[in-house]
């Protein structure tokens, strides 16, 4: 096994945090407990933000501190800015977030794991190193 973090993108932390699809969990309990398991702000704030109470805020705002965290420089966003226009200029139309995310994925050579087609079609003109885990229903 190699020591290669892995940025979970917010479309696998929902399930897991919520607790459907054992698949998540299986994923995901193993890269904590190694600290293999990396995150960044924009993922933090989107899964903050759907939180039910404050004490629910308090505690995923511990838990995810916790976490390893991939840095937003100025470089990252230059690179975010190149990944969204190629994206466009080959016709392919990506959520902000989602290109912000690929290219923190791509910056720091990390894995990124998801449950989003966006980042599919992302990897389909990059080097993203990506897996796809979709719940067992799709």
Same mark, same amino acid.
């Given at each position: 096994?190699?020591n290669?973090l892995?940025?979970?993108?917010? &479309?696998?932390?929902?399930p897991? =945090?919520?607790?459907?699809?054992?698949?998540?969990q299986?994923r995901?309990?193993?890269l904590i407990?190694?600290?293999?398991l /990396? @995150?960044?702000t924009?993922?933090i704030?989107?899964?903050?933000?759907?939180?039910k &109470?404050?004490?629910?805020?308090d505690k995923l705002?511990?838990?995810?501190?916790a976490?390893r &965290?991939?840095?937003l420089?100025a470089k990252?966003?230059?690179s975010a800015c @190149?990944?969204?226009?190629? =994206?466009?200029?080959?016709?392919i139309?990506v959520? =902000? @977030?989602? @290109?912000l995310? /690929?290219a923190?994925?791509? #910056?720091?050579n990390?894995l990124?794991l998801?449950?989003?087609?966006?980042? #599919?079609?992302?990897? &389909?003109i990059?080097? =993203?190193?990506? #897996?796809?885990?979709?719940?067992e229903?799709q």
């Amino acid at each position: 096994m190699t020591n290669d973090l892995i940025l979970a993108d917010t &479309s696998v932390w929902i399930p897991f =945090l919520r607790g459907s699809g054992v698949q998540f969990q299986e994923r995901l309990v193993p890269l904590i407990m190694a600290d293999r398991l /990396a @995150t960044t702000t924009v993922i933090i704030m989107e899964i903050l933000i759907g939180a039910k &109470s404050e004490k629910e805020y308090d505690k995923l705002s511990k838990d995810l501190a916790a976490l390893r &965290s991939f840095d937003l420089s100025a470089k990252l966003w230059q690179s975010a800015c @190149t990944l969204g226009y190629t =994206l466009r200029q080959k016709g392919i139309s990506v959520p =902000l @977030t989602d @290109t912000l995310i /690929a290219a923190v994925a791509l #910056e720091n050579n990390a894995l990124l794991l998801h449950n989003d087609r966006h980042y #599919e079609m992302i990897a &389909s003109i990059t080097a =993203l190193k990506h #897996e796809y885990l979709k719940p067992e229903t799709q």
